[in-house]
C-alpha cells in the first residue's frame, strides 16, 4: 500500500467544517496569481465554471475540450434540473434535509462532510446562475418555479424547460467567453489530453493530441484540474454523448491517481428503449417526467394487447404498489430494478418485450394536454421523433439504460487527488453521490465544484506548496510525449480487419450482461475471463484508417476504447470485490427476502480506492473507511 | 412501433481529406437501412462498410445525438439538418426516406466555416462573437438572492425561446448570404428580455454584430431560411429586437 488517503475532513461540527476550512486556507497575493498557470481538461459545467472563476481571480488558464467549442460539453444534455435548498415552496426544504437526502440516496456510501458542503453551496449556484441571465422557469408571480425529483419529498429542483443543462451550460460558457476574450484564459477546443505529466511527484502539465492537424503537444502547469467527465460509454450504450471517455481519467490513474468506486454505475429507469442492434446512443426521457407519468405493465405475462385495451384492473402500477410514500418517484436504482424485474417476469412491453409503460393519461385528464405540453413539450416531441408514436394518445415505452458513473478518481475534502496538484471535479470525481446519484443533483455538484470549491482549494495548494521550475524540455514531459507517440503508431499499426466500434459494442455487451443493473460473483468472474481476450483480440485486429497528422476519427475512438478495454477490468474487480448490496450496485447474493439491496456495513462501509500497481500487475485496493457522526446508517426504505 | 421495413439507399457525401484539398461527390450505396435508424446511425452503418472495405470512414461532426449539443452539420439534399422541421439531422429518422431514393450530403456551405475535412466544419466564428459580448459581465460569487428581482412569467419564456439556440449554425448554410443573424440576435433577445442584462444592453449589440461582421459572414436580406431550417425553431423576431439594440446604441439614444 503505498498512497495514503487522507480525506482532510475539517474537524468540528458539520454546519462549520467549510467555513473553518476557508479560514485555514493560505491565500495567493492577488498580483502573484498571474504568475500561476493552472490547466483546465473539460468545459462542461465543472471545467467551465472552475475555468472561469479561476481566471476572474487572476490565474492563468489554459483551458481544454475535445469538441469544436467548449458550448459543446455533455452537461449540454441535462434535462430535468438541479437542486438547491433554498425552500422556497415553504414545503420542509433546508440545507440539512438536502444533505441527508443525498447522503440517503447515495445508500450511505458517501462522505458527510462533502455533501453538507454541497448542500450549502446549492443555494449560492442558484443566485449566481440568474445573476448570468440563466432563464430558469417562473412562476407567474416572476419567482422561481420549483419540480419535484426522485428520491425527495420536497420541491426543490430548479429547471428551465426539459434544457436545463444546456441553460446552465450555457451561462458557464458565456462566463468563460467573457474571460477568453478578455485574454485571461487560452481555449484550446478540437484538442484531447492524451496523458498527465508528473514531475517530482507533483502534476505538471498534459499531453495532447490536436484532433484537426494530429499535433501532439506538451503544456506546462502548476496545477492541472481534471473536469472530463463519466465513464458511462463503457458500456457502449447510454445516454451519454458519443464522445464522453475514461481516458483522461484513467491516464491519471496509470500515473499514480486512485481511482474509486469504479462499480458505482446508474442505470436510469426512463430511457427510450432499444429498437435493433445498429443503436448508437440511448436516450433519456427526463426523470421529471416522473412528476406526472404513471409507471405500469400488465398483470397478466406474455399480454400483447395494445395499452389501451387493458383495463384499470388488469394493469400493475408496480411502483406505486411496492414504494407507495415515494410511488413513482421511488429513487433511480429501486425503479430500474423494479423495471428489469417485471420484464424478467414476462411481463415486459413493445419489441423483446424490455419496456414498460411511462403514461400520461391520467395527467391528461387532470391537466389538460397544454399544461402537460408546457411542462415537456419538448421531450414528447423528441419520443416522438424517435420513435414515431404520438405520447399524448399512447404510453410512452421506457426501460432502463446505463446514465451515469458515481465511481470516479478519489479526491480529499479540496478535491485534489493522491497526485498532489491534480483536481478533480464534477462527474469525473467520485465525491458526492455514494452508491447512488439522485436526479438533478450532478449539475449542482459540477458547478459547487467549479464556481466555489476550487477557486479557494487551489489557492491553499498553491500558496503552500513549493514548485521547482519545469518546462516542455523536462526530461519527464520528452517521455511522456514520446510514449504518446508511441501509443498512437501502435493503433495505426494493428492494421486489423475490424472496427472499433465492432470492439466497442462487444465490451458494452458484456459489461452491461455481467455487470449491470445486477451483478454476482458468476457473471463478474465470467466477465473478467472474457476482457482480458477482448482486448488482446483488440490489440491483433483492430482496423484503424488513415494518418496520426490529420483529422482521423477512427484513430480518436481507438485510444478511448483502448481505455475502456483495461478500465472495465477494474469495474470488474471493484464490483467483484464488493459483496454487498448498496445503491446502482446490486449483488444477486445479498438481497433482503423482499428482494431490496442488502448492505452490509460491517465489512463495506468504506470507499475503495484502487492504485494502479503497473501493466499486468492487480491493481491494489486502498479503503477509506466512511464514519457516519450525523446521520444514522440505516437500510433505505422508500416503501 | 412500427414495422421494421428496410431501405437500399444511394448516397452522394461530400469528400475532401483536409482545407487544402479541392474535395468532390463519391457516390455509395447502403443496404438494408432499418427504419428505425436515425441518420447518423444510417452513417455508421456506412462507415462499418467502408472500414470492412479498407476506406477510410466518412468524417461528420457529432456527440449527444439528441438533438442539443449542436455538433450534428449535415446538409441533406440541399436543406440543413434534412427535411423534418425542427429536427436536429441527429434527430432526424430515416422513416423520413423512401427505399431506393438518392440523397446527397454536404457539409455546411458558408466563408466563414471553412471545411475541415469531409463534412466536418470549423464553427469558431460563432465562439468569437459570444466571447465578444454575448454575455452579463458578472464575476463568480456575490450575486443576490435569486428571487430579489421577479421576472415576469413571459418575459422569462420569451429569454427562453431565444436562449434555446444550439449553435450549430444551420441558420448560416442555409442563408444564401452566409449570413449569421439569427445566431446573433438569439442571445441579443436571449438576454435583452431580462433584467440582468439590461446594464450592457447597448455594447453587447454592437459589439457582437462588429464581431460578426468581421468574421465574414454576409448580410441579412430578409428571405428567412434561418428560421426555416433551424432546429429549436427560434424566431425571426429576435433579429427585430437585435436591429433595435444596435440603431438606439448607434444612435446614442436610449
Ligand atoms: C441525458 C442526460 C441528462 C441528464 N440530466 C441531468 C439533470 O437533469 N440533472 C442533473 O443534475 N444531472 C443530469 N445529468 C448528469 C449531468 O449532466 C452530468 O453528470 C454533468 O453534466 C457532468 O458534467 P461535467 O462537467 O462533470 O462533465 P461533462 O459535461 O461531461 O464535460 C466533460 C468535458 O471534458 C472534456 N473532455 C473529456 N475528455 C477529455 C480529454 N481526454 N481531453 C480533453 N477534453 C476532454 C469534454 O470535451 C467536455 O468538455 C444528465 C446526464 C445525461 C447523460
Ligand atoms: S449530435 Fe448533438 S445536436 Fe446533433
Redo the contacts between chains.
Keep these: 500500500m503505498s498512497v495514503k488517503l487522507d480525506a482532510k475532513i475539517p474537524s468540528g461540527p458539520l454546519e462549520k467544517k467549510w467555513e473553518k476550512r476557508r479560514f485555514e486556507m493560505k491565500l495567493v497575493n492577488p498580483a502573484n496569481k498571474r504568475k500561476y498557470t493552472v490547466i483546465v481538461v473539460g468545459t462542461g459545467l465543472a471545467g467551465s465554471?472552475a475555468a472561469?472563476?479561476l481566471a476572474?481571480l487572476g490565474y492563468r488558464v489554459k483551458c481544454f475540450c475535445f469538441?469544436?467549442?467548449?458550448?459543446?460539453a455533455?452537461s449540454?444534455?441535462a434535462q430535468g434540473g438541479i437542486n438547491a435548498a433554498?425552500n422556497?415552496q415553504n414545503d420542509g426544504d433546508s440545507v440539512f434535509r438536502l444533505f441527508y437526502d443525498t447522503v440517503k440516496g447515495g445508500d450511505f456510501r458517501a462522505r458527510e462532510a462533502n455533501v453538507y458542503r454541497l448542500a450549502e453551496l446549492s443555494v449560492?449556484i442558484?443566485?449566481?446562475?440568474?445573476?448570468?441571465?440563466v432563464?430558469?422557469?417562473?412562476?407567474?408571480?416572476?419567482?422561481?418555479a420549483n419540480r419535484s425529483f426522485g428520491g425527495a419529498q420536497v420541491s426543490r429542483t430548479f429547471y428551465?424547460?426539459g434544457?436545463t443543462g444546456?441553460?446552465l451550460l450555457?451561462g458557464a460558457?458565456?462566463?468563460l467567453?467573457?474571460q477568453?476574450?478578455l485574454g485571461a484564459v487560452q481555449?484550446h477546443?478540437r484538442t484531447e489530453m492524451l496523458d498527465l505529466v508528473v514531475v517530482g511527484g507533483q502534476a505538471r502539465g498534459i499531453v495532447t493530441r490536436h484532433l484537426?492537424t494530429g499535433k501532439i503537444e506538451c503544456h506546462v502547469s502548476d496545477a492541472v484540474v481534471l473536469a472530463t467527465g463519466g465513464y458511462g460509454n463503457v458500456f457502449y450504450l447510454s445516454t451519454n454523448?458519443?464522445?464522453c471517455n475514461v481516458s483522461a481519467t484513467y491516464r491519471a490513474y496509470k500515473r499514480g491517481a486512485a481511482f474509486a468506486n469504479p462499480c458505482y454505475t446508474q442505470i436510469h429507469p426512463t430511457c427510450i428503449p432499444i429498437?435493433?442492434d445498429?443503436?448508437?446512443?440511448l436516450?433519456?426521457m427526463s426523470e421529471s417526467l416522473r412528476n406526472d407519468g404513471r409507471v405500469w405493465v400488465s398483470k397478466k405475462k406474455g399480454d400483447t394487447r395494445p395499452p389501451d385495451q387493458i383495463s384499470e384492473e388488469e394493469r400493475d402500477y408496480y411502483l406505486e404498489r411496492k414504494y407507495p410514500s415515494f410511488g413513482n418517484l421511488a429513487p433511480r436504482d429501486i425503479s430500474s430494478r423494479a423495471a428489469k424485474e417485471a420484464c424478467d417476469d414476462g411481463r415486459g412491453v413493445?419489441?423483446g418485450g424490455r419496456g414498460v409503460y411511462l403514461d400520461f393519461a391520467d395527467a391528461i385528464r387532470r391537466l389538460g394536454e397544454n399544461v402537460i405540453r408546457e411542462r415537456y413539450g419538448n421531450l414528447f416531441?423528441?419520443y416522438e421523433?424517435?420513435?414515431?408514436?404520438n405520447p399524448y394518445k399512447v404510453p410512452m415505452r421506457i426501460y432502463p439504460a446505463v446514465h451515469y458513473t458515481m465511481g470516479g478518481l478519489w479526491v480529499d475534502y479540496d478535491l485534489m487527488s493522491t497526485i498532489p496538484g491534480l483536481f478533480v471535479l464534477g462527474e469525473a470525481n467520485f465525491s458526492d453521490h455514494g452508491a447512488n446519484r439522485l436526479g438533478a443533483s450532478a449539475l449542482m455538484q459540477g458547478l459547487a465544484d467549479g464556481?466555489?470549491i476550487i477557486?479557494y482549494t487551489i489557492g491553499d495548494y498553491l500558496a503552500g506548496t513549493k514548485l521547482p521550475k519545469a518546462d516542455a524540455g523536462h526530461a519527464e514531459f520528452k517521455k511522456v510525449h514520446s510514449e504518446v507517440e508511441e501509443r498512437i503508431r501502435r493503433l495505426l499499426s494493428v492494421k486489423g480487419?475490424r472496427?472499433v466500434?465492432?470492439f466497442h459494442r462487444e465490451l458494452g455487451h458484456l459489461l452491461w450482461e455481467h455487470c449491470g443493473m445486477t451483478r454476482s460473483e458468476k457473471g463478474l468472474a465470467k466477465a473478467l475471463e472474457l476482457i482480458p481476450e477482448l482486448r488482446e483480440a483488440f490489440w491483433k485486429d483492430v482496423?484503424v484508417?488513415?494518418g496520426g497528422d490529420?483529422?482521423n476519427?477512427?484513430l480518436e475512438k481507438a485510444g478511448r476504447v483502448a481505455d475502456f478495454l483495461e478500465f472495465a477490468e477494474l469495474l470488474c474487480t471493484d464490483a467483484r470485490l464488493r459483496k454487498e448490496s448498496c445503491g446502482g450496485h446490486f449483488r444477486e447474493e445479498h438481497q433482503t427476502a423482499d428482494g431490496e439491496a442488502e448492505r452490509d456495513d460491517a465489512s463495506f462501509c468504506h470507499v475503495s480506492a484502487w492504485e494502479y500497481a503497473g501493466e499486468g500487475k492487480a491493481p491494489i485496493l486502498n479503503k477509506e473507511p466512511l464514519v457516519f457522526e450525523n446521520v444514522h446508517l440505516a437500510q433505505r426504505s422508500y416503501k | 412501433?412500427?414495422e421494421?421495413k428496410r431501405l437500399n439507399l444511394t448516397l452522394h457525401i461530400w469528400r475532401q481529406?483536409?482545407a487544402a484539398d479541392p474535395g468532390r461527390l463519391a457516390t455509395y450505396r447502403v443496404q438494408g437501412v432499418?427504419v428505425?435508424?436515425?441518420f447518423?446511425?444510417m452513417l455508421?452503418?456506412l462507415?462499418?462498410q467502408l472500414?470492412?472495405q479498407?476506406?477510410?470512414?466518412v468524417?461528420f461532426?457529432?456527440?449527444?445525438?439528441?438533438?442539443?449539443?449542436?455538433?450534428c452539420s449535415l446538409t441533406v439534399n440541399g436543406i440543413p439538418h434534412g427535411p423534418?422541421r425542427?429536427?436536429t439531422v441527429c434527430?432526424?429518422?430515416m422513416?423520413h426516406f423512401a427505399d431506393g431514393q438518392e440523397i446527397t450530403i454536404e457539409p455546411w456551405r458558408a466563408k466563414a466555416f471553412p471545411v475541415?475535412?469531409d463534412l466536418?466544419v470549423?464553427?469558431?466564428a460563432?465562439?468569437r462573437i459570444?466571447?465578444?459580448?454575448?454575455?452579463?459581465?458578472?464575476?463568480?460569487?456575490g450575486?443576490?438572492?435569486?428571487?430579489a428581482?421577479?421576472?415576469?412569467?413571459k418575459d422569462?419564456?420569451a429569454?427562453?425561446d431565444a436562449?434555446?439556440c444550439?449553435?450549430c449554425g444551420a441558420c448560416v448554410a442555409a442563408c444564401k448570404n452566409a449570413s449569421a443573424m439569427l445566431f446573433v440576435a438569439a442571445k441579443i433577445s436571449?438576454?435583452a428580455?431580462?433584467p440582468?442584462?439590461q446594464p450592457e444592453r447597448r455594447e453587447r449589440a454592437l459589439a457582437m454584430v462588429a464581431a460578426m461582421d468581421q468574421e465574414g459572414f454576409g448580410f441579412c436580406s430578409n428571405q428567412y431560411e434561418c428560421e426555416a431550417v433551424c432546429p429549436k425553431e427560434i424566431s425571426v423576431r429576435t433579429i427585430a429586437v437585435m436591429n433595435r439594440d444596435t440603431l438606439r446604441a448607434g444612435l446614442g439614444g436610449a
Design positions: 465554471s472561469a472563476s476572474e469538441q469544436d467549442s467548449p458550448r459543446r455533455h449540454i444534455a433554498k422556497y449560492n442558484i443566485d449566481q446562475c440568474v445573476a448570468q441571465g432563464p430558469f422557469a417562473r412562476e407567474y408571480g416572476g419567482y422561481l428551465a424547460r434544457q444546456q441553460q450555457l460558457y458565456q462566463a467567453s467573457r477568453i476574450g481555449m477546443p484537426v454523448a458519443k464522445g429498437s435493433g445498429y443503436q448508437s446512443k436516450t433519456l413493445g419489441p416531441d423528441m421523433r424517435i420513435t414515431g408514436e464556481y466555489f477557486p480487419k472496427s466500434d465492432s482496423s484508417l488513415g490529420e483529422f476519427t477512427a | 412501433m412500427s421494421n481529406k483536409n432499418s428505425h435508424m436515425s447518423l446511425e455508421d452503418v462507415n462499418e472500414t470492412a479498407g476506406e477510410e470512414p468524417a461532426d457529432h456527440d449527444c445525438r439528441e438533438g442539443i449539443c449542436g455538433m423534418q425542427g429536427t434527430q432526424l429518422h422513416r475541415v475535412r466536418v470549423d464553427r469558431s460563432f465562439d459570444i466571447q465578444a459580448g454575448g454575455f452579463v459581465s458578472v464575476n463568480t460569487g450575486s443576490p438572492d435569486g428571487n428581482l421577479p421576472v415576469p412569467k422569462a419564456e429569454a427562453m436562449a434555446a444550439i449553435g436571449h438576454l428580455k431580462l440582468q442584462g
